[in-house]
């Protein structure tokens, strides 16, 4: 029997406000996470649900399982943090986006799975679209391309394809929402049908710029406007869970989309900050402030968060091998064990020996558009080891990250200031550093790398005002480690080697 159990009990006895809690909507998992004043994630739970693959490119959850999961999760993390539920000041949502439930509001069941962002079943739909030369109309509204990853063709094709919906839906009587809206409709026992401007702004459906959803838009893909949550500030007081779920009654009051949410975790409050995920791919987002950039590479515009009615854009580029490449390395190469070990392995050599290496294992996505690309390995002479192979691939990792960060920077108009990381491969110093050398500006990893349940964290505490301000916020959010641009005349080589090679394997 310590302090800390006799502080706990009295807490018990004699709530405050301590925490807030973050419910994290994954793409795998649904986890739940309680934030202490300070920033620190003081317990974390997470439940994995089900992945159905009824047919080649379609991906499904079941949305009461989601639902089941999440709730599991908020049970067992005030059961594992030892807390009163009252000690909770409020909830924060950040989710997988554009995945697409659909509802009806009589009782409250899902007509459908939630049909993925992955599913790529509504191809055809899209494809028709553009030969329909509706791409501008839809761009120009809503910051995407028409493609069947956001939620609008997914809608349609419900409605389409279910027997009833259509009818159904004309009737008023169905909800459509992404998770975080049936999240909210759950944790609410249906008192509230919302969405966040962020989640919003992936939809294909909603107008960034007017802050609504698109009339013509919905007319071009037949969707009902009936069925449509209303889109509400991502940090505002939205409603309050339902007393039977926790037995207290807290706010809901930040809601964003994962990257979105990452983002805001980050501290990227001005035009020009920028946060890379480096994972599996890489996830680049770039703060544009209240300018909505039209990319000149098709890449996104999307909102990056609404906060009492101001709405700040963010402009949006991912890169499809990352930390793939060196799970390659690893199980089909062989150079290392396991993907830590490839930076014990790269720092073993000066540099990259003359070698390049195009991680074009899925195609090349922005600058370069190029889907057919396929990967390469240049430069190999006799002399080329294994560890130039594993340097150069921490390089191509930081060269297409760079590609990307470039162009946003141009089609902007702002300098970037600096890069903040997170993600698995952020992990990796001398990825970090070579990262740093390559922008030739700082690279600063934060010490909280869940940049995503933070963000969600912090703008749910800002609405309530258990955070006072943003600059309460910054004060909270610290770097683990800083890597400062040292760049040489190898990195000048490094960079004009790639440009000319990865020219060559262009299709
Ligand atoms: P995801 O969320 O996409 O699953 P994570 O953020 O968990 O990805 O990161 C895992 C990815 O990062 C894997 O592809 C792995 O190969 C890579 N990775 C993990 N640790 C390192 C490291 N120290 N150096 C380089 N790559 C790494």
């Known amino acids: 029997f310590n302090f800390i159990v006799l502080y706990r009990l009295i807490l018990i ?15 795998t998992s649904s986890r739940a996470i309680l934030f202490d004043k300070t920033g620190n994630q003081v317990a974390v739970a ?6 159905f693959f009824p047919k080649k490119s379609w991906v499904e959850h079941d949305p009461v399982e989601i639902w089941e999961t999440q709730l599991n999760a908020i049970k067992s993390v005030v059961k594992k943090a030892f807390i009163n539920p009252d000690e909770i000041d409020s909830i924060g949502i950040t989710n997988q986006r554009e995945t697409t439930i659909v509802w009806n509001k009589n009782n409250g069941k899902p007509v459908y799975n939630a049909i993925v962002w992955q599913d790529r079943r509504t191809a055809k739909i ?12 839809f761009s120009s509204k809503t910051g995407l391309l028409i493609d069947a990853y956001f939620s609008g063709t997914k809608i349609k094709w419900l409605l389409d394809n279910i027997p009833d919906l259509n009818h159904l839906a004309k009737r008023g ?82 809601i964003a989309g994962d990257q979105q949410a990452a983002l805001f975790g980050q501290m990227c409050l001005k035009p020009g900050d920028v946060k890379n995920t480096y994972g599996t791919g890489c996830f680049c987002i770039m703060n544009t402030g209240s300018n909505a950039v039209r990319s000149q590479n098709r890449m996104l515009t999307t909102i990056a968060w609404e906060i009492k009615g101001k709405v700040t854009y963010a402009i949006e580029g991912s890169i499809f091998t990352a930390g793939a490449l060196i799970q390659w390395m690893r ?82 108009g702002v300098e970037f200031s600096n890069l903040k990381v997170d993600g698995g491969a952020s992990n990796n110093d001398l990825l970090m ?63 004009n080697l790639w440009e000319d090679r990865v020219s060559r394997i262009l299709s």
């Open 13 to 27: 006895f004699l709530p405050m406000k301590n925490f807030v809690l973050s419910l994290d909507a994954g793409t």
């Open 46 to 51: 997470q439940e994995e649900f089900t992945q």
């Open 126 to 137: 899209c494809k028709d679209l553009i030969e329909a030369g509706k791409e501008v109309i």
């Open 173 to 254: 009587e169905l909800a459509f929402g992404t998770v975080d809206s049936w999240l909210i409709w759950n944790l609410t026992q249906g008192a509230k049908h919302v969405t966040d401007a962020t989640n919003a702004s992936r939809t294909l459906i909603y107008n960034i710029h007017e802050g609504e959803w698109d009339d013509e838009l919905l007319t071009l893909l037949d969707i009902p406007k009936s069925l449509l949550p209303e889109v509400v500030n991502s940090s505002e007081i939205i409603g309050t869970l339902n007393k039977s779920i926790l037995g207290s009654e807290i706010p809901i009051s930040g």
């Open 331 to 412: 199980d089909q190469i062989n150079i290392v064990d396991s993907a830590p070990q490839i930076e014990d392995l790269a720092n073993t050599v000066e540099d990259n020996g003359g070698v390049t290496i195009v991680p074009a294992l899925s195609g090349l996505g922005a600058p370069y558009w190029d889907p057919h690309a396929t990967g390469a390995i240049m430069g190999i002479t006799r002399g080329t080891s294994k560890a130039n192979i594993a340097r150069a691939g921490l390089e191509s990792i930081a060269l297409r990250s760079r590609d990307i960060i470039i162009e946003m920077q141009k089609d902007a």
């Open 433 to 495: 550093q070579i990262q740093a050398d390559l922008l030739n500006s700082k690279v600063i990893r934060p010490k909280i790398t869940e940049t995503t349940a933070l963000g969600a964290a912090f703008l749910a505490g800002l609405a309530t005002g258990f955070w006072k301000s943003t600059k309460d916020l910054e004060k909270l959010w610290k770097v683990d480690q800083s890597f400062e641009p040292n760049p040489d005349d190898k990195t000048e080589t490094i960079i």
